[in-house]
Protein backbone atom coordinates (compact mmCIF):
# COMPACT_ATOMS: atom_id res chain seq x y z
CA UNK A 1 0.00 0.00 0.00
CA UNK A 2 1.10 3.14 -1.23
CA UNK A 3 0.51 6.57 0.83
CA UNK A 4 0.73 9.77 -0.22
CA UNK A 5 1.06 13.80 0.93
CA UNK A 6 0.63 16.44 -1.51
CA UNK A 7 2.19 20.03 -0.96
CA UNK A 8 2.75 23.04 -2.45
CA UNK A 9 -0.56 24.61 -2.98
CA UNK A 10 -2.10 27.94 -1.59
CA UNK A 11 -2.27 31.32 -3.46
CA UNK A 12 -1.24 32.30 -6.59
CA UNK A 13 -2.47 35.61 -9.43
CA UNK A 14 -4.00 34.52 -11.76
CA UNK A 15 -1.65 34.53 -14.89
CA UNK A 16 1.06 33.04 -12.51
CA UNK A 17 2.92 29.88 -11.72
CA UNK A 18 2.45 26.95 -9.14
CA UNK A 19 4.69 23.33 -8.60
CA UNK A 20 2.79 20.79 -6.88
CA UNK A 21 4.46 17.75 -5.14
CA UNK A 22 3.36 14.46 -4.29
CA UNK A 23 5.71 12.58 -1.96
CA UNK A 24 5.04 8.68 -1.89
CA UNK A 25 5.62 6.19 0.54
CA UNK A 26 5.22 2.78 2.20
CA UNK A 27 5.47 0.81 -1.43
CA UNK A 28 7.47 0.71 -4.54
CA UNK A 29 7.03 3.74 -6.21
CA UNK A 30 7.74 2.93 -9.60
CA UNK A 31 5.57 0.10 -9.74
CA UNK A 32 2.09 2.91 -10.03
CA UNK A 33 1.00 5.45 -12.80
CA UNK A 34 0.24 8.43 -10.67
CA UNK A 35 -1.83 11.00 -11.36
CA UNK A 36 -3.18 14.08 -10.08
CA UNK A 37 -6.96 15.44 -10.05
CA UNK A 38 -8.86 18.08 -8.92
CA UNK A 39 -12.07 19.00 -7.05
CA UNK A 40 -13.85 22.16 -6.62
CA UNK A 41 -16.74 21.99 -3.29
CA UNK A 42 -19.93 20.61 -4.55
CA UNK A 43 -18.57 19.40 -7.61
CA UNK A 44 -17.02 15.39 -8.88
CA UNK A 45 -13.35 14.80 -8.87
CA UNK A 46 -11.86 15.86 -12.17
CA UNK A 47 -8.77 14.51 -13.50
CA UNK A 48 -5.86 16.90 -14.60
CA UNK A 49 -2.72 15.07 -15.52
CA UNK A 50 -1.48 11.36 -15.56
CA UNK A 51 1.83 9.66 -16.32
CA UNK A 52 2.83 6.13 -16.68
CA UNK A 53 5.22 4.52 -14.09
CA UNK A 54 8.59 5.46 -15.79
CA UNK A 55 7.32 8.49 -16.99
CA UNK A 56 7.49 7.46 -21.05
CA UNK A 57 3.98 8.71 -21.43
CA UNK A 58 1.51 11.63 -20.33
CA UNK A 59 -1.86 12.52 -20.81
CA UNK A 60 -3.84 16.19 -19.92
CA UNK A 61 -7.17 17.25 -19.20
CA UNK A 62 -8.24 19.31 -22.40
CA UNK A 63 -8.89 22.02 -20.18
CA UNK A 64 -5.31 22.01 -18.90
CA UNK A 65 -3.38 21.55 -21.84
CA UNK A 66 -0.40 23.40 -22.62
CA UNK A 67 -0.02 24.79 -18.98
CA UNK A 68 0.27 22.30 -16.87
CA UNK A 69 2.76 19.74 -16.88
CA UNK A 70 3.27 16.58 -14.78
CA UNK A 71 6.46 14.82 -14.16
CA UNK A 72 7.90 12.31 -11.51
CA UNK A 73 11.37 11.88 -10.08
CA UNK A 74 11.39 7.80 -9.04
CA UNK A 75 14.64 8.26 -7.28
CA UNK A 76 12.95 10.62 -4.82
CA UNK A 77 9.59 8.90 -4.94
CA UNK A 78 7.37 12.20 -5.64
CA UNK A 79 5.05 13.26 -8.48
CA UNK A 80 5.05 16.82 -9.27
CA UNK A 81 2.46 19.10 -11.41
CA UNK A 82 3.73 22.46 -12.38
CA UNK A 83 0.70 24.69 -13.45
CA UNK A 84 1.36 27.90 -15.65
CA UNK A 85 -0.82 30.56 -16.69
CA UNK A 86 -3.03 29.89 -13.71
CA UNK A 87 -6.90 30.63 -14.42
CA UNK A 88 -9.33 31.29 -11.82
CA UNK A 89 -10.81 28.40 -12.89
CA UNK A 90 -7.99 26.43 -11.90
CA UNK A 91 -9.40 26.85 -8.27
CA UNK A 92 -9.62 23.74 -6.73
CA UNK A 93 -8.57 21.41 -4.20
CA UNK A 94 -5.70 18.96 -6.09
CA UNK A 95 -5.17 15.37 -5.37
CA UNK A 96 -2.40 12.86 -5.63
CA UNK A 97 -3.76 9.23 -7.12
CA UNK A 98 -1.53 6.25 -7.59
CA UNK A 99 -2.65 3.12 -9.98
CA UNK A 100 -1.46 -0.40 -10.35
CA UNK A 101 -2.12 0.30 -13.97
CA UNK A 102 -0.10 0.97 -16.32
CA UNK A 103 -1.49 3.36 -17.80
CA UNK A 104 -4.77 4.52 -16.04
CA UNK A 105 -4.64 7.72 -17.82
CA UNK A 106 -8.42 9.72 -16.58
CA UNK A 107 -10.69 6.83 -15.26
CA UNK A 108 -11.10 7.79 -11.18
CA UNK A 109 -11.66 4.58 -10.91
CA UNK A 110 -8.28 2.97 -12.03
CA UNK A 111 -6.69 4.76 -8.70
CA UNK A 112 -6.81 3.13 -5.84
CA UNK A 113 -4.78 5.26 -3.58
CA UNK A 114 -5.09 9.11 -2.85
CA UNK A 115 -3.41 11.73 -0.81
CA UNK A 116 -5.56 14.34 1.25
CA UNK A 117 -5.04 17.13 -1.15
CA UNK A 118 -3.71 20.28 -1.68
CA UNK A 119 -5.91 23.69 -2.50
CA UNK A 120 -4.78 26.04 -4.58
CA UNK A 121 -7.23 29.44 -5.00
CA UNK A 122 -6.62 31.51 -7.43
CA UNK A 123 -7.29 35.41 -7.02
CA UNK A 124 -7.85 38.19 -10.09
Known amino acids: QVQLVESGGGLVQAGGSLTLSCAASGSTFIDYAMGWFRQAPGKEREFVAAITRRGSSTSYADSVKGRVTISRDNANNTVYLQMNSIKREDTNGYYC?????????????????WGRGTQVTVSS
Open 97 to 113: AASIYSNPGYGRTWYRY
